[in-house]
């Protein structure tokens, strides 16, 4: 197979990755915390998959399109260094989860970790006035995406352990 055609099945499933992230982030139920941040149901897995499927290039970078998306039809966005952090940098470090091909539930786990640090970084630096008075910005910040994401890696690491037990992970077209 020429590198031409690899690279089009690859730039081809990272579209439609993105795109089912887009379908189970936005269209099932899921459950949005007040300033941002939700719980859905394995909407991380897609891109997170693709990353263990593909690598960590090609993850990071479905994961910064996703981000962008996102951004596009529902983004908050105070500051455009907010924006960057919150959307293709926080997504994007999903694809982190790519160098970790050989061990998936690390790369859930480092996946979720590097967007966590992302919205948290985000949280400290522009959005500590949403924390109760007397509350330090940083444990407000960790505590308030800390509670959303913990409960998607348990969800993605449920799924992507499934996955990878019947082998669904080393499929490749």
């Known amino acids: 197979m020429s590198k031409t055609s690899t690279n089009v099945k690859v730039l081809t499933e990272g579209a439609v990755v993105v795109a089912l992230t887009v379908i189970i982030k936005e269209f099932l139920p899921h459950y949005s ?15 997170i998959w693709f990353a263990l499927r593909r690598g960590p290039r090609a993850g990071v970078e479905a994961g910064a399109v996703y981000g962008l998306v996102d951004m596009a039809i529902g983004g908050y966005i105070v500051d455009p260094v907010q924006a960057i952090i919150d959307y293709p940098l ?45 509350t330090n910005p940083i444990v407000y910040s960790a ?8 409960v998607e890696l348990v969800i993605s690491a449920i799924i992507i352990f499934i996955l990878d037990k ?7 077209l």
């Open 90 to 134: 926080a997504f994007g470090a999903l694809g982190l989860a790519g160098l970790f091909r050989k061990y998936p539930l690390v790369g859930v786990t480092v996946a979720i970790f590097g967007r966590f640090l992302a919205h948290f970084t985000s949280g400290v630096w522009f959005f500590w006035i949403y924390a109760p008075e007397g």
């Open 33 to 47: 915390l007040p300033q941002g941040g939700s719980v859905s149901f394995a909407g991380m897995v897609p891109i």
């Open 166 to 172: 019947r082998q669904l992970l080393k499929i490749y």
């Open 143 to 150: 505590i308030y995406n800390g509670s959303y994401l913990l």
